[in-house]
Structures are given as C-alpha cells and as structure tokens.
Nanobody, 124 residues
Framework: QVQLVDSGGGSVQAGGSLRLSCAAS???????MTWFRQAPGKEREWVST????????TYYAAVKGRFTISQDNAKNTLYLQMNSLKPEDTAIYYC??????????????????WGQGTQVTVSS
C-alpha cells in the first residue's frame, strides 16, 4: 500500500514560483507518478508524468516550459517546480501513482494511489 502526502501549495502573484512535493511511503518507488490538478467546477486535469525507472517526463502543453517534474529516489519524493505561474494555474494539485507503466498516464482512472491535494492560488 502506497501513501502519498502532497505539500508545498500556497498563494502567489502571477509570474511567481512554487515547488510542490509528494512524499511516497509504504512501497518501493511506483513506476509511474503524475501530477493532476482540478480547478473549481472543472474536471481533474493531467499536468505532468514521470516514469521513475527511466526518468522520462511528459507535460501538458499549457505548462510545458514553465513546470518541471522531478524525483528524488533517496527521499522517495516527487516534485513539481512551477515557474511563471498564471492565474489559470489556480487549482488543487494532486500527485498520483500507478503500479504499472501501462495504460494512459493522462487518465485519472488508471491510478491506484492519490495524495490529499494541495491548493495553489495565483492572483493577477
């Protein structure tokens, strides 16, 4: 059983930066870890994925070049560095893990484990 604990959210002005963390415990590092976000009244949206064995990363087009996903294997921690934040990035951000590399990384239904979420608010 994997436990995920999200942290690092907060309120910033447009153009600012935040770094989100997701501490994983209870299992060896899951092979696929992803950040999703959900804004009020909207569906949960895929943001970025890292395949922890290879280090391969993918990004939603709207955040590519501004966000960076990374992992610290020694700490079993996933990060999302968010730069040049925009008001439209405002959402609750969730880390998620799945036990296999198979299946669409962008579909929340494929994930076994979820963090509790951390709020990111970007003001203009």
């Amino acid at each position: 059983q994997v436990q995920l604990v999200d942290s690092g959210g907060g309120s910033v002005q447009a153009g600012g930066s935040l770094r989100l963390s997701c501490a994983a415990s209870g299992y060896k590092y899951p092979p696929c870890m992803t950040w999703f976000r959900q804004a009020p009244g909207k569906e949960r949206e895929w943001v970025s994925t890292i395949y922890t064995g290879s280090g391969v990363t993918t990004y939603y087009a709207a955040v590519k070049g501004r966000f960076t996903i990374s992992q610290d294997n020694a700490k079993n921690t996933l990060y999302l560095q968010m730069n040049s934040l925009k008001p439209e990035d405002t959402a609750i951000y969730y880390c998620a893990a799945k036990s296999t590399i198979f299946g669409s990384a962008g579909d929340p239904k494929n994930y076994n484990y979820w963090g509790q979420g951390t709020q990111v608010t970007v003001s203009s």
